[in-house]
């Protein structure tokens, strides 16, 4: 099993930037794939950014591309994604998710971080 535990989320105003970090335990995250997702109110829950923890492999959202960046830390086994010139669009609850390479769907998911975009 694989524990994701997030941190970072907040209020901002339109054009700022805010780190959001998941610190993952359990199991050894070499075989599997990160990903942060996020779910407005009203909205389905939408992939944002993904990444193959041994790397060589990333994914953005088109709405997000240019302005987040999805990192991994292997000393820390952490996953980070940072979010820059924030829009009041980007509002919601982000997850942390992970799954194992050969898994269809995630199926690790962290307790979610509120992300509030003033504008």
């Known amino acids: 099993q694989v524990q994701l535990v997030e941190s970072g989320g907040g209020s901002v105003y339109n054009g700022d930037s805010l780190r959001l970090s998941c610190a993952a335990s359990g199991l050894p995250l070499n075989n599997h794939y990160m990903a942060w997702f996020r779910q407005a109110p009203g909205k389905q829950r939408e992939l944002v950014a993904s990444m193959r923890w041994s790397g060589g492999f990333t994914y953005y959202l088109g709405s997000v591309r240019g302005r987040f960046t999805i990192s991994s830390d292997y000393a820390k086994n952490a996953v980070y994604l940072q979010m820059n010139s924030l829009k009041p669009e980007d509002t919601a609850v982000y997850y942390c998710?992970?799954?194992?390479?050969?898994?269809?769907?995630?199926?690790?998911w962290g307790q979610g971080t509120q992300v509030t975009v003033s504008s």
């Open positions: 998710a992970a799954r194992e390479s050969t898994a269809a769907r995630y199926n690790f």
